[in-house]
C-alpha cells in the first residue's frame, strides 16, 4: 500500500518536473526567433515570407542557413539544398520518436512538424511513454508559438529600422547560429567535423558562389567519420594481445 500511495505521489511530481523543464527549453531557444527574424529580414525578405518560413519550415538552423545565405547573394536552389541538408537529421529524429511515442495516424502529421532537436531531446530523456508525449507536446507548442511569434516581432521590427547592418543586427544569425551549435560540440568527433566544416567553408568562400560553401563544408562529417573509423581499426589491430593463461603460467602445464 505503502509503494502504490508513494508512485502515486510521485506521478504528479514527475509531470510537472516534465512541464517545468519542456517550459524552460521552449522559452529559452523561442526567444531565438527574434534573431531570425532580424536577419531574415536583413536578407531581403518580406515579413510575411519570414514568417511563412518559420511556420512552415520551423528547423531553427535551417531557417538561419537559408536566410544567411540569400543575404550573401546567394542562388535560392542553393540556400535550399544547403538548409535541407542540415534539416536531414530531423528525419532521423522522427524514426527513433515513431517507436517512443506512438502517436495516433491522425496526429502524425501534425507532430512532425515539431520534430526537431529540442522536442527530441527532451522527449526521449523521459523515462516513460507518457512522459516523453508530455515533453514533446509542451516543449512543441510552447516553441512554435513562441518562435513564430518573435519571428514576427524581429522582422516587423527590422523593417522599421531600415538597414539592420547600421546597427549591427546583421550579425544576430550568425551569432545565434554559432549558439545553436555549441552545445552539440560535446565529443572529439564532433569537434572534428566542426572545425574541418570550419576550413572547409572558409577556404570555398571566396573561389565559390553564395550558399555553395554551406554545402561543401558538409563534406567535413563524412570525412572526419572516415578518419575515425581508420583511427579506431588501426588502434584496435596495434593493441597488444593480452597473454594466453597458457603463456603466463607455463608451469602449469607441466
Same mark, same amino acid.
Given at each position: 500500500m505503502s509503494?502504490?500511495?508513494?508512485?502515486?505521489?510521485?506521478? $504528479?511530481?514527475?509531470?510537472?518536473?516534465?512541464?517545468?523543464? &519542456? #517550459?524552460?527549453?521552449?522559452? =529559452?531557444?523561442?526567444? %531565438?526567433?527574434? =534573431?531570425?527574424?532580424?536577419? %531574415?529580414?536583413?536578407?531581403?525578405? %518580406?515579413?510575411?515570407? %519570414?514568417?511563412?518560413?518559420?511556420?512552415?519550415?520551423?528547423?531553427?538552423?535551417?531557417?538561419? =542557413? #537559408?536566410?544567411? &545565405? #540569400?543575404?550573401?547573394?546567394?542562388? $535560392?536552389?542553393?540556400?535550399? =539544398?544547403?538548409?535541407?541538408?542540415?534539416?536531414?537529421?530531423n528525419a532521423f529524429y522522427g524514426l527513433r520518436l515513431s517507436r517512443l511515442l506512438e502517436l495516433p495516424r491522425a496526429l502524425r502529421p501534425l507532430a512532425a512538424q515539431w520534430v526537431i532537436d529540442e522536442t527530441s531531446a527532451v522527449a526521449l530523456a523521459q523515462p516513460d511513454r507518457a512522459g516523453a508525449r508530455l515533453g514533446f507536446t509542451v516543449t512543441g507548442a510552447s516553441l512554435y508559438a513562441l518562435w513564430n511569434l518573435t519571428t514576427l516581432c524581429g522582422a516587423a521590427g527590422a523593417a522599421a529600422l531600415g538597414d539592420p547592418s547600421r546597427w549591427g543586427l546583421d550579425a544576430a544569425g550568425p551569432a545565434v547560429f554559432l549558439a545553436l551549435i555549441a552545445p552539440r560540440l560535446t565529443g572529439p568527433t564532433e569537434r572534428a567535423v566542426a572545425a574541418l566544416a570550419v576550413v572547409l567553408a572558409l577556404t570555398a568562400v571566396p573561389l565559390l558562389p553564395a550558399g555553395v560553401p554551406v554545402l561543401v563544408a558538409a563534406l567535413a562529417a563524412p570525412a572526419a567519420l572516415a578518419a575515425t573509423g581508420r583511427r579506431t581499426a588501426t588502434r584496435r589491430t596495434t593493441a597488444p594481445h593480452a597473454p594466453s593463461r597458457t603463456q603466463e603460467n607455463p608451469e602449469d602445464d607441466a
Open positions: 509503494g502504490r500511495r508513494a508512485d502515486e505521489e510521485e506521478g $504528479p511530481d514527475r509531470r510537472r518536473a516534465v512541464v517545468r523543464d &519542456a #517550459l524552460g527549453v521552449g522559452v =529559452a531557444v523561442g526567444l %531565438s526567433g527574434f =534573431a531570425f527574424g532580424v536577419t %531574415s529580414a536583413g536578407a531581403g525578405l %518580406s515579413l510575411w515570407q %519570414s514568417c511563412a518560413l518559420s511556420l512552415l519550415v520551423f528547423t531553427g538552423a535551417s531557417q538561419f =542557413a #537559408l536566410v544567411s &545565405a #540569400l543575404g550573401a547573394g546567394g542562388g $535560392p536552389l542553393a540556400a535550399a =539544398a544547403g538548409a535541407l541538408f542540415l534539416g536531414t537529421r
